[in-house]
């Protein structure tokens, strides 16, 4: 059934002198905002405010099937914007009613603004979410749809929509310069015209843009439904594309009597399974390279989730494996890598709006650290940055209306556990370790950089 109206929830807003709120025991998470409606990436701005990109409730226009949502249908509204709290308090919503897509009735899962970062001058790039096949967004890109091949497993799964039945979103699947003060945007990249024409990892035509990141003149995007990473310069100029590999698993991690949808996994020889990588965050390293977290397609196994860094010789390595569901990673002054888990289990069977979440750092010398444990207050997490007063920020509870929120981790009890057997990944943590001076230096924006093209499967 399809909402005939509806009102977002208010969004209430509080620092830690007027409503800190204590999660249990362990960590102490400081709620910094509330009612966020599908809370995705979170930033600060030059002038010290947070921002927090709210992808909306979708509505009640035309749908979709998602692969995002196993094929349930997601549907079109202008639910979705950006939300600013000021260092001084001041609260607003900035570009309101902006386009959105979500399941109904629920509003869960939704796309449309996904995040904002700034340039070292203080401008605002805004990145906008899809999760679809991206001939379904507009007319324009229905009729690019209709020149270019589609794989036939997808076909069956989820095809493309009739003309008349087109999503009239065209603001999503893009990377704009955007103005904060007047909400004016110039188009630097469109992701769903890419992924038609150019289908980077060769497998499902599908775009899903999800976190973003600047770093000297370039942004840095990774796609979530298109399995891969992008280098864009921010004046539009010139554009690379890297696909991030499969993920190769055995078949004895699939859930006993799963059923599988026609075409979804790859059967591979000798008892392995091939799934889809879903990278989800991307952050530059202490040692320049570009590193990479995936979340898993489906059907999303506990402790399969890979790190990937990608180094001057342009080849993507599996850096650190045995993590779960990776929404988004970064790294602090010290050189430690920060891992948020959107759940510590797999999503499969399980309520996606309350999983519980965590927080890992990665030291240098390979030492993983759980600084929030599941169960401690992060569940369905979904993005992660540092603040200027040096603080990890999260958005907790990124999925469903109104539930989302940012939280400032503000004290630690830290359970150190050993290191998954990665060769690559102590190897590689060994040469940030050898480079940690570099993370001493300021902080870009998010931390990201060198990202190329023509990558090998590993």
Known sequence: MKLKSFALTSVTFCFAAICGTPSVQAATLTTIVDGVSNARGVSFGPDGSLYVAEPGIGGNGNCQPSPSTLFQPICAGNTSSLVKVSADGTKQRLLNNFESLA???????????????????????????????PGNRDLETFKLGTQSPIPQNQLGSFPPSTA???????????????????GALNSIFDFAKYEITKNPDKGDV????YDLTINGDSAYVVDGGGNAAYKIKLDGSKSE????????????DLPPGLQLPP?????LPGGKTAIQAVPTGGTIGPDGALYVG?????????????????????????????????TDLTFDKKGNLLVLQFSDKSQLGGDITDLPGSLIEVAPDGTRTTLVAAGQGLDSADG???????????????????????????????????????????????????????????????????????AETV
Not at 106 to 132: C, H, P
Not at 164 to 182: E, G, H, I, M, W
Not at 263 to 267: A, C, S
Request: charged share 25%; hydrophobic share 35%.
């Open 241 to 252: 594309a890297i696909a991030i590999p499969k993920n190769v698993i055995s078949d004895s």
């Open 164 to 182: 008349d039945k087109v999503l009239n979103s065209p603001l999503l699947a893009q990377l704009y310069k955007v103005d904060l003060k007047t």
């Open 294 to 326: 995936e979340y898993t397609g489906f059907p999303y196994p506990a402790g399969k989730s890979r790190i990937f860094r990608i180094g001057d010789d342009l080849k993507p390595e599996v850096f650190l494996d045995g993590f779960t569901h990776i």
């Open 206 to 209: 599908v775009t899903n843009p």
């Open 263 to 267: 075409g979804l996994l790859e059967q």
């Open 103 to 133: 399941e109904q009735p629920t509003g869960n899962q939704g796309a449309g603004i996904e995040d904002v970062q700034f340039d070292s001058k203080g401008n605002a790039y805004l990145l906008t979410g899809y999760a679809g096949y």
């Open 384 to 454: 992660i940055t540092i603040g200027p007063d040096g603080k990890i920020y999260i958005t907790n509870q990124g999925v469903g209306k109104g539930r989302g929120e940012v939280v400032r981790v503000d004290g630690i009890v830290a359970e150190k556990v050993p290191e998954p057997g990665s060769v690559v990944g102590l190897l590689a943590l060994a040469g940030v370790g050898a480079t940690a001076a570099f993370a001493k230096r300021k902080r870009p924006e998010k931390s990201d950089e060198e990202l190329l093209v023509n």
